[in-house]
């Protein structure tokens, strides 16, 4: 193999690692300012965004340590019968690039994939032994996010979250049938049984700091994981099951949704064409209703399609009001929480402020109207003391009157 500069080594790795969501932002257009025209680019990649619990946003060097793998999944860039250029860091490198970075205020954490080389403990061991060097020879207080491989050693994987903020472990695919077929060297009950014993660990060490001050931290920023959406069968359905499964299962901080996009050299058996990528924004939506607006699974599921799927067009939440109208509309000076979060247009920060407001005077629609974005879209579900929607909540029409504009939708649909 030619013997590669960092920079190089750095490129290809960096751009390797831009196909995991798990802390990505995605769906911008592609922009850059080669040739001298304008500043700055969108298509750099390298440096990602994460969210620390307390809201920062933190920036993460966002790299592979390598991207050989000996793994075949049909859907990756980097499986084993890719034809790509391929590259390698040792865990040294990678720490004294984090530590270099750091140093220039570039970033403020490391988020560390890898292709399986070798074998899935060797892989575990080298990426164990990166956090390692940060943490213990460097004394790197900054956020560590490693991806953890499902098929190594259960010790090598408490060790990753001994050093790591998060731990994730990919469940790739929302069923299992799609696994078989796409990742063929994966296992379903193997991804579970890792993600089991990374749950009981961060229970366990958060229970043994309670009563021992020098008890070791274990992912203190938890576990997550990412699915890929659209290279399969899988409806919007199976989707929002998987992840409401693997919540309550594993008590997962975040289940990341990442819309297929064909890869260079893509196999045979992958769809030719992405799914669009507003799919993947109405299941983070959905994510939402389900975690901060108190939507049971099978409500989100009520609100797709006959053929399992979220309508486009309009977000989940709408959709469902738009099915169920008999729940409307509720009095923002009388009803409980959980019945304004049900309002189209009413976020939980809306939703907050009317619930102190109605303490101290009754609220009309004008003071609605400056809590939400579009009271277009609230007026129908919604009853004020100056405001009653009578026939609109059921009129036929209701869902064109409220659904974006077509030409609207393709801001979102790059
Ligand atoms: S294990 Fe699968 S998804 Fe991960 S790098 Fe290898 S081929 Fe890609």
């Known amino acids: 193999m030619a013997t590669r500069t960092t920079l190089e080594k ?121 956090a390692r060097i940060l943490r213990e020879e460097h004394d790197f207080r900054g956020y560590i996010h490693l991806k953890t491989i499902p098929e190594a050693d259960p010790e090598l994987v408490h060790q990753a979250g001994l050093y790591a903020d998060r731990v994730s472990i990919n469940v790739e695919l929302p069923t299992d049938s799609g696994l078989t077929r796409l990742a063929p060297d994966k296992n379903a009950r193997q991804i579970e049984g890792a993600m089991g014993r990374v749950k009981s660990d961060i229970v366990e060490l958060k229970d043994a700091r309670k009563r021992f001050k020098h008890a070791p931290r274990f992912a203190p920023a938890g576990q997550s994981t990412q699915m890929i959406v659209g290279a ?35 196999s045979a058996v992958l769809p030719l064409k992405r799914p669009p990528l507003i799919r993947e924004h109405r299941l983070y939506q ?80 004008d003071d609605v109207a400056k809590l939400t974005q579009s009271i277009a879209k609230v007026r129908p579900f919604i009853v004020t003391c100056d405001w009653r929607p009578t026939f609109l909540t059921d009129r036929a029409d209701l869902r064109s009157m409220l659904a974006p504009k077509a030409e609207q939708l393709e801001l979102f649909a790059a």
């Open 10 to 130: 750095l490129q290809i790795l960096a751009d390797a690692a831009k196909y995991d969501a798990s802390c990505a932002s995605s769906g911008t257009a592609k922009k850059n300012s080669l040739g001298g025209k304008g500043i700055g680019s969108t298509e750099g990649m390298g440096i990602c965004h994460a969210y620390a619990p307390d809201g920062r946003c933190i920036s993460l060097l966002k790299i592979l340590l390598t991207n050989h793998c000996v793994f075949d999944c049909h859907y990756c860039v980097n499986r084993k019968s890719s034809n790509v250029e391929r590259a390698r860091f040792t865990p040294q490198e990678v720490a004294d690039l984090t530590i270099a970075f750091y140093k220039r205020n570039y970033i403020e954490g490391l988020f560390l994939s890898s292709g399986i080389v070798k074998s899935s403990n060797h892989t575990m061991e080298q990426l164990v032994e990166t």
């Open 232 to 266: 399969d069968a899988a409806t919007d359905s199976d989707i929002v099951g998987k992840a409401s499964g693997l919540y309550k299962s594993f008590g997962l901080r975040r289940v990341y949704y990442s819309a297929f996009s064909p890869i260079p050299d893509a």
């Open 286 to 365: 959905s994510d939402w209703l389900m975690r901060f607006y108190g939507f049971k699974p099978g409500e989100i599921v009520q609100a797709a399609g006959a053929d399992g799927n979220l309508p486009l067009d309009i977000d989940p939440k709408l959709a469902w009001a738009l099915k169920f109208r008999e729940t409307f509309p509720v009095d923002v000076n009388r009803a409980a929480k959980e019945q304004l979060l049900r309002v189209p247009g009413l976020g939980t920060t809306a939703v907050k402020r009317i619930l102190i407001a109605r303490r101290h005077r009754t609220l009309r629609l």
